[in-house]
């Protein structure tokens, strides 16, 4: 199927025509499967290490290693959302390599349940992981182990490395701890608030779906009284954290049977797309291409300008597009548009914008 998308920004309108020959969707001047594949080429060439299969953080300075499992993750899920839309066979190849790479960096350190952010090719890794690297890993794996891309090993391997890190959760009071066992910076899993509520209730959720293990399901119900009410609420948070909690709640809402308890999810779900609405606007700030080199530079070096115009308006779409809402969903589809014809994906070098960046792609295209 085509979908030919003309976008009106002063009219806020968006018409689709469709026509019967493919599967490609077009937007201003170009079409989202070539600004995915676009994305896709600049991830593979410029941001996966070969040598250990992870999705670097940063091109150039400062640390490779920050965020690689967090992007990693979501990465897998891109790839996964990626052949639901495609079918291409090649991809296969590709999320065995993420997978591998991640399930490395769950493994490496020998500490059964312990993700490290990201590791060199000579074994030595950064720890001091965080709730948000959990987030990303367990995501990305859930995803893939529900799609066809993995095999029997894949999702053994899965069973037992998720099944490790609730066991670990478990043992230092749902807190993510170092080596040592002291809890990290960002380790506060156990906190009954938002952003954190619907993390822990989605990885025991997550956990018992994938392990088939009754205790995690146990303690999923145990917490569920104490923790539903911080699933709802988002107010005030930018999406770069959003777009973690919304992956959560995806989790929550293809795995709870309870209705009263899921409508609880999905109205939480849209108000962090509803949150996110008004965060897409800062790409317009970004100087057009042709524009001064100084000028342009400015908003792409990692920086806050950077965070606000480019990285907080792409996952903005990301937090809208993983609704599956309508509502939403035409709203992103229309800003992703003016998104790709404005901004210069060659000139990103951080995983934060490019990993988000190509996945709406994949999900502007996906029912």
Same mark, same amino acid.
């Given at each position: 199927?085509?979908?030919?998308?003309?976008?009106?920004?002063?009219?806020?309108?968006? @018409?689709?025509?469709?026509?019967?020959?493919?599967?490609?969707?077009?937007?201003?001047?170009?079409?989202?499967?070539? +600004?995915?594949?676009?994305?896709?080429?600049?991830?593979?060439?410029?941001?996966?290490?070969?040598? /250990?299969?992870?999705?670097?953080?940063? #091109?150039?300075?400062g640390d490779p290693l920050e965020d690689?499992?967090?992007?990693?993750?979501?990465?897998?899920?891109?790839?996964?959302?990626?052949?639901? @839309?495609?079918?291409?066979?090649?991809?296969?190849?590709?999320?065995?390599?993420?997978?591998?790479? #991640?399930?490395?960096?769950? /493994?490496?350190?020998?500490?059964?349940?312990?993700?490290? %952010?990201?590791?060199?090719?000579?074994?030595?890794?950064?720890?001091?992981?965080?709730?948000?690297?959990?987030?990303? @890993?367990?995501?990305?794996?859930?995803?893939?182990?529900?799609?066809?891309?993995?095999?029997? %090993?894949?999702?053994?391997?899965?069973?037992?490395?998720?099944?490790?890190? #609730?066991?670990?959760?478990? &043992?230092?009071?749902? %807190?993510?701890?170092?080596?040592?066992?002291?809890?990290?910076?960002?380790?506060?899993?156990?906190?009954?608030?938002p952003t954190r509520a619907e993390r822990?209730?989605?990885?025991? #959720?997550?956990?018992?779906?994938?392990?088939?293990?009754?205790?995690?399901?146990?303690?999923?119900?145990?917490?569920?009284?104490?923790?539903?009410?911080?699933?709802?609420?988002?107010?005030?948070? +930018?999406?770069?954290?959003?777009?973690?909690?919304?992956?959560?709640?995806?989790?929550?809402?293809?795995?709870?049977?309870? &209705?009263?308890?899921?409508?609880?999810?999905?109205?939480?779900?849209?108000?962090?797309?509803?949150?996110?609405?008004? +965060?897409?606007?800062?790409?317009?700030?970004?100087?057009?291409?042709?524009?001064?080199?100084?000028?342009?530079? %400015?908003?792409?070096?990692?920086?806050?300008?950077?965070?606000?115009?480019?990285?907080?308006?792409?996952?903005?779409? /990301?937090?809208?597009? =993983?609704?599956?809402?309508?509502?939403?969903?035409?709203?992103?589809?229309?800003?992703?548009?003016?998104?790709?014809?404005?901004?210069?994906?060659?000139?990103?070098? =951080?995983?934060?914008?490019?990993?988000?960046?190509?996945?709406?792609?994949?999900?502007?295209? &996906?029912?």
């Amino acid at each position: 199927m085509i979908i030919t998308q003309r976008f009106y920004p002063c009219a806020a309108t968006v @018409v689709l025509l469709f026509a019967a020959t493919g599967a490609t969707v077009f937007c201003e001047g170009i079409t989202f499967t070539e +600004q995915a594949v676009k994305l896709h080429t600049i991830i593979r060439e410029r941001f996966i290490d070969g040598d /250990t299969n992870l999705v670097r953080t940063r #091109l150039g300075n400062g640390d490779p290693l920050e965020d690689c499992s967090l992007y990693g993750g979501f990465y897998l899920a891109c790839l996964v959302d990626a052949f639901d @839309v495609s079918r291409d066979e090649v991809l296969r190849e590709e999320a065995l390599d993420i997978f591998e790479g #991640l399930y490395a960096n769950a /493994t490496v350190s020998g500490i059964p349940g312990f993700i490290t %952010r990201g590791r060199s090719s000579d074994g030595s890794f950064r720890g001091d992981p965080s709730v948000d690297q959990y987030t990303g @890993v367990i995501y990305g794996f859930w995803r893939y182990f529900h799609s066809p891309l993995s095999g029997e %090993r894949e999702r053994t391997l899965i069973r037992g490395c998720l099944a490790d890190m #609730l066991v670990r959760f478990e &043992k230092n009071g749902w %807190r993510i701890t170092r080596v040592n066992g002291e809890m990290t910076t960002w380790g506060r899993l156990h906190s009954e608030s938002p952003t954190r509520a619907e993390r822990l209730l989605s990885f025991l #959720l997550a956990g018992y779906d994938i392990t088939g293990d009754g205790r995690w399901l146990e303690a999923y119900r145990e917490k569920l009284p104490r923790l539903l009410e911080h699933c709802v609420n988002f107010d005030g948070l +930018q999406s770069w954290v959003l777009i973690q909690s919304q992956v959560s709640l995806r989790m929550l809402i293809s795995l709870e049977t309870d &209705k009263n308890v899921r409508a609880v999810y999905i109205k939480g779900s849209r108000n962090l797309a509803r949150e996110c609405l008004p +965060q897409v606007e800062g790409f317009r700030r970004v100087p057009e291409a042709g524009s001064p080199e100084d000028e342009l530079k %400015r908003f792409y070096d990692e920086s806050p300008v950077f965070t606000e115009t480019i990285r907080i308006p792409i996952e903005a779409v /990301t937090v809208m597009l =993983l609704t599956g809402d309508e509502e939403f969903r035409r709203d992103a589809v229309s800003a992703l548009g003016e998104i790709n014809g404005h901004l210069d994906p060659g000139r990103v070098t =951080l995983n934060v914008a490019v990993v988000p960046w190509e996945w709406n792609q994949w999900l502007a295209m &996906k029912k």
